[in-house]
């Protein structure tokens, strides 16, 4: 029999926003609590825009954050500036907290590189998007090594989901953090599904969070669907980080409310019992509910907030609208720092074969 | 008598797939959602509810780990054909490719061997993410042991994928998305193989020999029928198995045109163009009326959608580099 | 911090020979201890002469078991005619268990293919060596796979090192094996070393057999050098796989006493000291004064028995001299089950380099 | 002045690395067993004990894991140099190598970059184990973003490695293991890098250009020597960097010479001669006298240490090829 362990887990409000014990200290601050309310909403507003500009082919493939926003918020916001983020692609929530603008997101899922380019200068350092599962892992040791070598007070913080954990690169990345005592904060986002695949399929360890023992880290769990539990036991593990204590693994359990991506029919694999059975734990009602109950939100905030953000959201998308179209050239003009000369010919040919598409002749 | 019907890439091999499961027990498919979801392009469909989970098995989501295990199916004997899920995820499972996969059979001189399959999506044009349009089949090209076989049409897709599945060896068999529901065709589905290690020859000409595979084939087509509008008569060969190369039909199509360009969505340099270049002008270096030109993606990494159309070999480049292959005197 | 978990370790011996407690029942078989202690030291003869006919030139690099012999040889008489062995390269000891000419042997380790190929009737499944750190287990994943799918009655044991359990191959197979629940057993030579890492820098779990808790199977530690107890657990835990109750993961605690090959000199990295402490504790002197105890075994004995194996030996190593060249085109014969039409140029290529190889002509 | 004195190849590394350790505090190695041990082949020797384990740094036995973390350092700005301990296992890090070390500077149109340099032993010969031996730098040099460059001797293995250091790309550094130690040179530790993307003439002729690199650039000088005395003068060109190809050089001496071999050990098809041999078909049509001909390894796996050596181009196989490319008339 395996022995069975008792990972903790955190979780401050129930679904009904109530708490369930004493609350931590800072939850007095009002202020971040409306930043985060603000914040969780943004995404989702945003997500559906996202969602509609593709399905009206205005970007490409897009990879929803429905019901997931409490990660990404909580996440982005325990970060300091110095820090790091080391993301995947279903980091919406953490790239807009880390102050980047939403028409660069939206450049970038309409298939165009310079929306990595153009980050804030917060994220200055951050990674791009990561599209093959768990490589980022890797990344995230290496810049969490170079704060380390340099003797900087910085973390490097970097998220996957629950799929990516059965993936090489996230164990060997573990291993390394725990050899190195690295500052580095691994979150899973445990949305319960790797497209089809469903959790249990995954792997037979009672919690994702049991992979932090295989490297001798602390590893907890935390509801991901409580944004006060999650910003918490983030901050904590970033602070511990960076006080040089050593890398954390922190699983969200969350539940992807949306398709894997625009291009999934979640449908086809799982129950609608089951979905609506998840739609009673999304994070955002459960803030609003407890922001209630603590006198600090009503009807009229909600609606002046949701205009707000409908508002910032549309003004971002017409940015995105105008942006001057790529110079064709670029994928030559970032190869290298600088271009070989035996490239210019192909460089050449590229600007034809562009130049054709653009003027719609033939092939 | 066997059943015939029109349909398209993704359900010709799907086809062969249900066929092959059918006719032999130790065929088994594994990968990331090949099960109950059918897979992401529904290459798998039905084949979880038809053989259940002990032939469909849907994996943790590690690549390396897919590969190996296959491996060590074959080696027991089965035969797996695994699902990488793009082409651009193959890379996990390289080491088991170069280092297990192509050698078992020669490590042991012959006592194990290793009957599996790897198919995967291959290249560009469906304007997918990053990562989502590779097309590096001279990397598994390259490998001894080896083979690597790209279907360019529905038929052609049933008979080679049956032909890889019964294939004592390890084969890499890439499946060009951008083909999976464009083309439509009737395919009987009468358990055949096609041969593996053959071009084929998809229209015969006697000007020029146009060498190309896999998607990049609709272009090469398409660019035949606009240089016979102006008199020039090509020749089109479908590589369709680049290891191990089928050089006697290119030799033999070559010797007769005496001219050649090469088509291909990968990068051009070490790419599968240059070897076939490299063979043609050291065999018929006296019968060549025009050096042999190459039509290919760039030495760029693949752009992201916006971009990602200017990448791919179009027709004109194929005709302007045929027109000045023509020019050469004889 | 991380969580403290106690990993069962199991010990029968201490190094003196003397049982810390009640032994299991099967020890009651003098057959089975004999044999045990005979193989053992079969290992270490032959390993002696690997290591001789190296420096002579007459095999190539070579990879010493010296001290780690009671693991393959507990773990190669625990598996039955049917299961199959997935071999990393220190394993001599299992391979000879397993009826592996060292003929055979030897032919590998003198750079000849065909060492992998003649194998007994018994490993005629086994893989051959596997090189490649890790790879080996995912090769088991698919073995046990296999026996799965076709349900029968067999199970996979795959081997590897300390240094080993830190690559993706083997945490991504401890996973598979734990969510499919395959007949597989999972072995870690933890031998302190790989190359000049010590196993201290290679993880910081406390125990390897830490890295099961990651996969939700069960693993447990056993003392390396007390082949009572390595086969006591092995044999457990083959059993188990074959009742179907899934994968097991056992950590083999022992040391390296010897270079890591032939190549390696590890009086660069590692202290006399240690070294000296080491052999204290080493697997065949336990066993022969556990069996002095017992009345079993006498110094008469014992010279007969090294006697006996030495002409064994030498005698392996006579059949391995008069084994013919190779054939010089097998490079081609056996990459393919057919080798192509295009090929034949190429191999009369190889024919004729080989050839003035052969005749001693230029370059 | 700067010290000089006689050594191998694989101290003149070494030299190269304490060097750019000492003139750049970014400049930092990782790997396995290249701390106290000082690498398996003592490339890295001494750096531990100079440089401190901060910015030396044994790691876990994870390749994909060496590779990332070097990706990730170099985002930040350091020189990572990661030891692979052969080249037989680099595969587990391809995927960072194709998916991010080559793309991550156009992936984010110039704001990060990744300034990372792989070394690993390259090329069979040494009579080691199985996989020790390989030779599959055709699979590298296809990956755009990259470069691979292999010296052949300590004078260039000292400058070039300090050029692939401080190079703002990712290098692939292939060190040929059988000339580590088998040939000594005067190596001025003056920290002046070679240049990249240039290929080296070693000897100058006029008959005909043999074209190789890295170990087999030995068994090619020799047969330049052997041709030489039955009065055929060799041109004998270093290609050093692969990837980006200094294709000028190449289409110079070929268009003074009008005959070429290539020599590789790499396996023939799809390796890096084709691309070589196709670019001179192309650009140097009407000049060539006689087709570019192939002298490489084969395409089956490097045998093991027996029968590994009739792997390797010999003398006697380029001496034939040359004189056949000599007996086609001009
Ligand atoms: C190496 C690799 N393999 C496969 C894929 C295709 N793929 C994209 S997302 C995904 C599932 C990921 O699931 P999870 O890690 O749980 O993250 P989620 O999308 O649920 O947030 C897969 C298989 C990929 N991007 N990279
Ligand atoms: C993928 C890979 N990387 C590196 C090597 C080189 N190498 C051979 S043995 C070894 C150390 C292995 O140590 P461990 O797993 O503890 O096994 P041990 O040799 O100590 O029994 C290394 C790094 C290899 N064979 N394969
Ligand atoms: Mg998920
Ligand atoms: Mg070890």
């Known amino acids: 029999m395996p022995l069975s362990v008792q990972i903790p887990f955190t979780r401050y409000l129930d679904d009904q926003g109530q708490p369930l014990g004493e609350l931590p200290g800072w939850v007095d601050d009002p202020e971040l609590l409306l930043h985060l309310y603000r914040q969780m909403n943004l995404v989702r507003v945003f997500d559906q825009k996202c969602i509609a500009l593709q399905r009206t082919g205005q970007i490409g493939t897009y990879a929803s954050t429905l019901g997931q926003e409490a990660i990404g918020t909580a996440l982005g916001r325990a970060m300091t500036d110095t820090d790091v983020l080391i993301p995947y692609y279903r980091d919406t929530a953490t790239q807009l907290q880390r102050g980047m603008k939403m028409e660069d997101i939206l450049l970038y899922w309409g298939g165009d590189e310079r929306g990595s380019a153009r980050s804030s200068s917060v994220a200055a350092e951050d990674f791009p998007i990561c599209v093959p599962i768990a490589t980022q892992a890797t990344h995230a040791c290496g810049v969490a090594s170079a704060f380390r070598i340099r003797q900087q007070p910085r973390v490097a913080v970097t998220t996957c989901g629950d799929g990516a954990t059965s993936k090489g690169d996230f164990m060997e990345s573990l291993n390394l953090a725990g050899v190195w005592q690295l500052p580095l904060v691994f979150i899973i986002n445990n949305n319960q599904w790797a497209i089809s695949v469903p959790r249990s399929l995954q792997s037979a360890a009672p919690t994702l969070a049991h992979k932090a023992l295989s490297a001798g880290i602390p590893g907890e769990q935390v509801d991901g669907n409580d944004v006060l539990a999650v910003y918490d036991r983030v901050h904590a593990a970033i602070e511990r980080a960076r006080a040089g204590k050593g890398p954390t693994l ?114 | ?206 000007d020029l020999t146009l060498v190309s595979w896999g998607a990049a084939l609709k272009e090469t087509l398409e660019a035949a029928g606009r240089l016979a509008e102006q008199g020039i008569d090509c020749e089109v060969i479908d590589v369709a198995t680049l290891k191990p190369l089928d050089t006697q039909t290119l030799l033999a199509s070559v010797s007769k045109t005496r001219r050649c360009v090469i088509v291909h969505e990968a990068a051009r340099s070490y790419g599968p163009g240059a070897e076939i270049a490299a063979i043609l002008q050291e065999q018929l270096f006296h019968e060549l009326h025009a050096p042999v030109q190459r039509v290919t993606g760039f030495d760029c990494v693949i752009p992201y959608a916006r971009q990602e159309m200017a990448y791919l070999p179009d027709v004109d480049s194929i005709c302007q580099a045929a027109l000045r292959t023509m020019e050469e005197a004889p």
């Open chain 1, 250 to 363: 922190l699983e969200c359990v969350t539940y992807r409310l949306g398709d894997h991506t625009t291009s999934d029919d979640a449908s086809r694999y799982r129950s609608a019992e089951e979905l609506t059975e998840a739609w009673k734990h999304e994070p955002i009602g459960r803030l609003q509910r407890f922001l209630h109950q603590q006198g600090l939100w009503n009807e009229q905030r909600e609606q002046a907030l949701q205009q707000q953000l409908g508002e910032q959201v549309n003004a971002a998308v017409d940015a995105f609208r105008e942006v001057a179209e790529a110079d064709p050239a670029a994928p030559f003009e970032h190869l290298y720092q600088q271009l070989p000369d035996s490239y210019r010919q192909q460089r050449d040919e590229l600007l034809a074969r562009a130049a054709r598409l653009a003027g719609g002749e033939h092939g």
């Open chain 2, 1 to 206: 008598m066997a059943e015939q019907s029109t349909i398209c890439m993704v359900e010709a091999i799907n086809l062969a797939l249900h066929r092959a499961m059918a006719d032999d027990p130790d065929v088994v498919v594994l990968g990331e959602d090949v099960g109950p979801n059918g897979g992401v392009f529904r290459a798998t469909l039905g084949l979880h509810e038809r053989f259940g989970f002990r032939r469909v098995m849907d994996t943790p989501l590690a690549e390396a780990l897919i590969t190996g295990t296959a491996v060590g199916m074959a080696a027991q004997g089965l035969k797996p054909v695994a699902e990488i899920q793009f082409m651009g995820f193959i890379y996990p499972g390289m080491e088991h490719l170069v280092s297990h996969a192509s050698r078992l059979r020669s490590r042991t001189r012959g006592r194990l061997s290793c009957p599996m399959v790897i198919r995967t999506p291959h290249g560009a044009g469906i304007h997918a993410p990053e990562h989502h349009g590779e097309s590096t089949e001279a990397l598994l090209a390259h490998v001894p042991g080896l083979r690597v076989v790209i279907p360019s049409s529905p038929r052609r897709a049933y008979g080679l994928l049956l032909a890889a599945i019964a294939d004592p060896d390890p084969v890499i068999f890439l499946e060009p998305s951008r083909l999976y529901r464009s083309v439509r065709q009737t395919v009987e589905d009468d358990g055949q193989p096609l041969p593996l290690d053959t071009c084929f020859t998809l229209r015969e000409g006697s």
